[in-house]
């Protein structure tokens, strides 16, 4: 993958995450209507998070795995 697909990858991870998080937490309210009692779920019942990445958020290229140097055909 190339260095600015890998980049922009981590991006949509990054935005992905709490978005996903803010998203089940609506759901669960909206059909339940109180605050989750579950001791498995809790983090359902914090406070939102952000959906935009902070502004001091940098790419961390040894997250990713060494590339191969010749490709698999």
Not at 8 to 20: L, T
Request: some cysteine; aromatic content about 10%.
């Amino acid at each position: 993958m190339r260095l600015h697909n890998r980049r922009q990858a981590a991006c949509n991870e990054g935005i992905a995450a709490p978005k996903f998080r803010n998203h089940m937490c609506d759901k669960l309210f909206i059909f339940k209507g109180i605050p989750s009692t579950s001791p498995l779920c809790t983090w359902v019942n914090e406070p939102r998070e952000p959906e935009a990445l902070p502004a001091d958020w940098v790419y961390d290229e040894s997250s990713v795995g060494a590339r191969p140097d010749n490709p698999p055909f």
